[in-house]
């Protein structure tokens, strides 16, 4: 079965640090890949995604992330945190004819002021 | 409507009484996803409508997990004998296609006492 992983439960930054969320998935075929942002106390909302083409892709709010096939990686970045990023992450995996997301585990995020 | 509505936002309910949770999605969504996200614990899908295909139920714990879609728009989550462990936020997302990205709700917070 299709799984994928996040690297770190909960990070704890200061604000204008440099950000990176790890994202692995087991599936050797095509996909479609996505992150997904909860800030508290609201649903989730789409981050960016990646279908095709350029393995680096932006979303909003300053953030980005870059696809690796090789390594099966999907890794979040931000350049500098704001405090206003404090949120739970969450990676997610379409293969492509499949039926439905696998979600991560999701990542807590903590920026300090 | 402008995004996917989900009611009540809020249920507390008794050990062995039903309750259902109601999913009205973006209007002309053909796929209707419900996922289940417990304390700590990632989006666990549990399942999946597309169009008047017959719905993928593959995610659903237990016997007493229902759900339909009336007219390929709202959708019904129904679990029976509420047990402890149903204590969850239940999401409902829509998405154009299948491979699309999804659109959540703000979900349903079920408290089982």
């Known amino acids: 079965a299709q799984s994928v992983s996040q690297h770190n439960h909960h990070v704890i930054l200061s604000e204008a640090a440099s950000l990176e969320l790890g994202c692995n998935y087991s599936?050797?075929?095509?996909?479609?890949l996505f992150w997904y942002v909860q800030y508290p106390g609201q649903h989730l909302q789409l981050l960016l995604k990646?279908?095709?083409?350029?393995?680096l892709v932006k979303g909003i709010k300053g953030f980005e992330a870059e696809f690796i096939k090789s390594k099966f990686s999907f890794n979040l970045r931000k350049p500098s945190v704001q405090w206003s990023d404090t949120a739970e992450y969450f990676c997610?995996?379409?293969?492509?004819?499949?039926?439905?997301?696998?979600f991560g585990p999701g990542t807590r995020l903590s920026v300090l002021p | 409507g402008a995004g996917v509505s989900q009611s009540p936002s809020n249920k507390v309910t008794e050990k062995g009484k039903d309750v259902e949770l109601r999913c009205d999605p973006i209007?002309?969504?053909?796929?209707l996803y419900w996922y289940r996200q417990s304390l700590g614990q990632g989006l666990e899908f549990l399942i999946y409508?597309?169009?008047?295909?017959?719905?993928?139920k593959s995610g659903l714990p237990s016997d007493r997990f229902s759900a339909e879609r009336t007219g390929g728009s709202v959708s019904t989550l129904t679990i029976q004998r509420t047990q402890q462990e149903d204590s969850a936020v239940y999401l409902c997302?829509?998405?154009?296609?299948?491979?699309?990205?999804?659109?959540f709700g703000s979900g349903t917070r079920l408290t089982v006492v």
């Open positions: 997302a829509s998405s154009l296609r299948r491979e699309s990205d999804y659109t």
């Open positions: 599936y050797g075929g095509t996909v479609n």
């Open positions: 990646y279908f095709s083409g350029d393995p």
């Open positions: 997610a995996v379409n293969p492509v004819g499949g039926q439905n997301f696998v």
């Open positions: 209007s002309g969504h053909t796929a």
């Open positions: 409508f597309q169009g008047n295909s017959a719905p993928d």
